[in-house]
C-alpha cells in the first residue's frame, strides 16, 4: 500500500493524520488539514494548483508539485 495511506504523521507539523491527509500542492507531502489551510494562504498557492490541474488534464496523476 501506498505510503500516503498508511503513515500516521502529517510531513510538515508532525500531527496525528487520523483525522484527515492531503497531498500538498507544492510537493508530494501529506499533509494534515490544518496544513493545508496554511498552504492555501501561500501567495503561490493558485499557481501551484493550477499547474497540478493542467498536469492532471494531460493525464500526470502523479504530478510531484512546483516546489520539488
Known amino acids: ?5 498508511t ?6 507539523c508532525g500531527k496525528d ?3 484527515g491527509r492531503i497531498m ?3 510537493n508530494k507531502d501529506c499533509i ?3 496544513c493545508k489551510e496554511k498552504e492555501r494562504e501561500d501567495p503561490e498557492y ?3 494548483a ?3 490541474h493542467e498536469a492532471v488534464k494531460r493525464g500526470n496523476l ?4 512546483i516546489r520539488k
Open 7 to 12: 503513515q500516521k504523521n502529517c510531513d510538515r
Open 24 to 26: 500538498s500542492m507544492f
Open 62 to 65: 502523479n504530478f510531484p508539485g
Open 32 to 34: 494534515c488539514m490544518d
Open 50 to 52: 493550477d499547474a497540478e
Open 17 to 19: 493524520l487520523s483525522s
Open 46 to 48: 493558485k499557481k501551484a
Open 1 to 5: 500500500m501506498d505510503k500516503f495511506f
